[in-house]
């Protein structure tokens, strides 16, 4: 583990000229898309539910990870992303991408998992369960390795009674699920 990005949508050729898929597999090499900008992907769809994948080809399951995804929402269900543990191709966890009408930024962090494990996918959905259109722009997905076991060992400690205090205001906390959670703070 360098620290250095593991995968960056923005050096893979193959992110802007990708291709959808039905949804019927979980991690399809087969995809496609009418939709590019030439800088976002742009998914729409009304009365069904069309999918994206990326594979990495080393994301083992031992280390953390950081991702980052850009995303907007502009109608309908907001983009759903799931983490994909390859060893059994099933996600193991998912959630949907912020409804915001301008490009956002999703931080979450991946504890390590088996130590043998395959690596992960990432899988994202763009679904329409009606005749309303839903549309969502995926504009970058960044992972990097986290020490994740070092960074959950630190602790700070107060030196002077004087040290000046900063307080965070938390807008929002979800937690999905037990080892995920999405915090949003006051800019």
Same mark, same amino acid.
Not at 159 to 187: C, D, G
């Given at each position: 583990?360098?620290?250095?990005?593991?995968?960056?949508?923005?050096?893979d050729p193959?992110?802007?000229?990708?291709?959808?898929?039905?949804? !019927?597999?979980? $991690?399809?090499?087969?995809?496609?898309?009418?939709?590019?900008? &030439?800088?976002? #992907?742009? +998914?729409? *769809?009304?009365?069904?539910?069309?999918?994206?994948?990326?594979?990495?080809?080393?994301?083992?399951?031992?280390?953390?990870?950081?991702?980052?995804?850009?995303?907007?929402?502009?109608?309908?269900?907001?983009?759903?992303?799931?983490?994909?543990?390859?060893?059994?191709?099933?996600?193991?966890?998912?959630?949907p991408l912020?409804?915001?009408?301008?490009?956002? !930024?999703?931080? $979450?962090?991946?504890?390590?998992?088996?130590?043998?494990?395959? &690596?992960?996918? #990432?899988? +994202?959905? *763009?679904?329409?369960?009606?005749?309303?259109?839903?549309?969502?722009?995926?504009?970058?997905?960044?992972?990097?390795?986290?020490?994740y076991t070092?960074?959950?060992?630190?602790?700070?400690?107060?030196?002077?009674?004087?040290?000046?205090?900063?307080?965070?205001?938390?807008?929002?906390?979800?937690?999905?699920?037990?080892?995920?959670?999405?915090?949003?703070? !006051?800019?």
């Amino acid at each position: 583990m360098t620290g250095e990005l593991t995968y960056d949508s923005g050096s893979d050729p193959n992110f802007l000229a990708h291709t959808e898929h039905d949804c !019927t597999r979980t $991690l399809s090499t087969k995809q496609r898309t009418v939709g590019d900008t &030439g800088e976002v #992907l742009e +998914f729409n *769809n009304v009365n069904n539910e069309r999918c994206f994948d990326i594979l990495p080809i080393d994301l083992p399951q031992k280390y953390g990870y950081l991702i980052e995804i850009q995303s907007k929402h502009i109608s309908g269900k907001p983009l759903q992303f799931a983490l994909v543990n390859k060893m059994v191709e099933k996600t193991d966890f998912e959630l949907p991408l912020p409804t915001n009408p301008s490009f956002q !930024t999703t931080y $979450l962090v991946i504890p390590p998992g088996q130590p043998d494990g395959l &690596g992960y996918g #990432l899988h +994202f959905s *763009n679904i329409s369960t009606t005749q309303y259109l839903s549309i969502n722009r995926l504009r970058s997905v960044k992972v990097t390795p986290l020490p994740y076991t070092y960074l959950t060992t630190l602790h700070t400690q107060q030196t002077s009674e004087r040290a000046q205090q900063k307080q965070m205001e938390v807008l929002h906390t979800t937690n999905a699920f037990p080892s995920i959670y999405t915090v949003t703070l !006051t800019p």
